[in-house]
């Protein structure tokens, strides 16, 4: 008779996030099956991450070398070696912990299950010869690289972000293909370590993020020498004896040509939704994307007993993904869940000097009546006068109480301003709490004290402190 298990939850997906998940739930007390489906989880690996922060910090490094004058210290044009950065960057890689043991696992009691898995009906699952009936089923599939239908693709060797760092030479002119994160990231590591890099965003340019903040990130990376051709798009690609050639329609119109030697298809991810897998529980389709499966904003699908997190939820900013698994495990433990602003979490773009947001920001729309920005400029700060890097703002958006609605921070340090802003967000804070951060004047993080007295300073004093106010008019 074959085995049935009756958990909690059951995550399908053995990846980092399912891993994470898992020891999360059991934590809190709740009963889990982890399914590995017998496959790396796509775009979900913490070997890949560090392999990437790796390759990155060489490419800073080498920045640094060549601007340190600005610091009084004597420069000289670094010379990479891309083997020695590569091999470097792999060891770190491979040197990793494994997330987790099996014995781990075991002694957790997570139950394991490995194997082909399908879904029968809309409330079981097959694992090999066992089943699983469990509350909740919870998708961490991952997600794999978008590659467009272009002519020619097929007929030339490309890289995607997941394998441009196993390539251990130097390149000469890289095609960036993207308008997305890792495309910037990428773009202005490749050019900082000396490669000739044209970046293409075949689409929209980082849609989404704060624009002002776009504009002038765009700015310092045209400045570092990533040429950038916002609005034009690849046409076809054509294979050469030596190097790739390019045709491609510029932003007004006009056709236009390149000589490439290394092509990257930056263009985001899809999420893994194996058809197999899910046939019989009956999911209701994403009609704007065939093959997939319909999601709300925080992953649950037609069948309230399925979701999915991660990159399988169309989520692949790491401190997303965090956050979405966060508010899951809330709603499996009947916890009030954050409010949906706070819960999707910061969205963080990697370069030097990176961009940070969490809920609402400035993405061209109009602001309701009553709500409002608070900004700070970076550059008249002392953290950022004291590196030579003032270039940067901070901003957040607030409604007429003063609650925050969304956060966005352009310079050193902006991934933990973000995150404090997000966590402010989830409890409900004002802008105006912030003023009373006790923080060194030196961290990049004392200009949320900037605009929590400038949020303070704009509003009328209400209930005693308008009494008081009232007291000292009268006493003079």
Known sequence: MADLHK????????????LTLALRA???????????????VPGDSPQGAMQRAAFIASA??????????ALGIPTAEPKPNFRAIGERAAALAADMAPETTPERLAALGVIKLEGPASFIGRKGLKVGEAQVAARHFVLATGARPLLPDLPGLDAVAYFTPDTILDNMRKLSHLLVLGGTPEAMELAQAYARLGAEVTLVPQGPLLAGFDRELVAMLLTSLVDEGVRILD??????????????GITLQHADGTPGTLDISHLLVAMGHVPEHDAALLAQARLRADRAHPGLIQLGPDGRSSNPQISAIGGAAGIHDPAQAQSQLQALLLRLLGQPEPNS?????????????????????????????GQGVRRA???????ARATGRPLGT???IVDAKGTILGGAMLG????????????????????????????PPDSPASVLIDIGWQDRAGRKPTGLAALRARLSQLRR
């Open 377 to 383: 400029n970076l550059a008249e700060s002392i953290a």
């Open 26 to 40: 059991r934590e809190a007390g709740l009963s889990v099956a982890l399914v590995d489906l017998g496959t790396p």
């Open 341 to 369: 602003a706070a819960w999707g979490g910061p969205r963080t773009i990697r370069t030097s000097p990176p961009l940070a947001q969490t809920g609402m920001v400035q993405t061209g729309a109009a602001l309701r009546p």
């Open 7 to 18: 958990p909690d939850l059951c995550i399908i997906g053995a990846g980092a996030l399912g």
């Open 412 to 439: 050193d340090g902006a991934e933990t301003v973000v995150a404090a802003i997000a966590m402010t967000m989830a409890r409900r804070g004002a802008a105006a709490d912030l003023a009373d951060l006790a923080l």
């Open 394 to 396: 901070a901003s957040l």
């Open 60 to 69: 800073n490094r080498a920045e640094a070398i060549r601007s340190a004058a």
């Open 231 to 244: 609005g034009a798009s690849v046409t076809a690609i054509q294979p050469r004896s030596q190097g790739t």
